[in-house]
Every structure is written in C-alpha cells, then in structure tokens.
C-alpha cells in the first residue's frame, strides 16, 4: 500500500493521507460495482488494501446518504478536497499502478466492466 500511496500522492500531487483515503474508496466503488473476480485479483495485490476499504466504509451514515455508483464516489472525493482534474489524475494513476500489477487486459476487464469507469481510463 505504502508503494501506492507514494506514487499516488507524487504523481497526482496530492496529500499521502489524501492519497490512502482515496485508494480506499476507489476500491471499495470497484469491488461493490465492478467484475469482481478481476477486481479480487488486484485488491490481493496491493497488501493493505482491505484495511483501505473497511477504513473507507467508516465514513458513517453520509456515504449511505449519497447513494451508491460513480456519482457517489465522486462525490466522497471531492469532499476529500479533490478537483475532478485530481479526480482524473488518480483515476489515471490507479488504473496505471493496476496495469502492472494484474496485467493491462484483467485491468482493462474492469475498467469495461465497470458502469462509467470507462470515461476514466
């Protein structure tokens, strides 16, 4: 997670704690809408990346509030201080830390598999 993390925050400027949080959602948005044998593949690649999740479910009733889907992440994003140009550069940078982790077809299997993922890639 700390390789992550650092990448993240260096490459999408943004906060090292910014950058956990955000990882944490982003997977927690992946494995609740996308392909989830695929996605399995790449959540057991990154070591810390449940303790990510389960941190990211703790935001208590609000998430809840918002609904599910893209506009829901995107919404805990922003309320995380990101821009959606933030937004499409962790998308980005996420997608291309999976590409070498799982391979660019099993990450390509999730980004299709994903409603609205797509427009991210």
Known sequence: M???VGQLAA???ID???AEKTIGIVLGFLRNEGPSDKVQA??????????????????????R???????????RLMALGLSMGEIQNVAH?????????????????????TPGL????
């Open 93 to 113: 940078e996420l997608f291309r830390f999976g590409r070498d982790k799982i391979g660019a077809d099993q990450m390509g299997e999730i980004i299709s598999g």
């Open 11 to 13: 490459k999408a400027g």
């Open 42 to 63: 790449l959540i057991d690649q990154i070591p810390g990346a449940e303790a990510a999740i389960a941190a990211s479910n703790n935001s208590g009733g609000l998430s």
């Open 65 to 75: 509030l918002m609904g599910g889907g893209l506009m829901a992440v995107g919404t």
């Open 16 to 18: 090292g704690a910014v």
């Open 118 to 121: 797509s427009q991210f890639a």
């Open 2 to 4: 700390d390789e992550l």
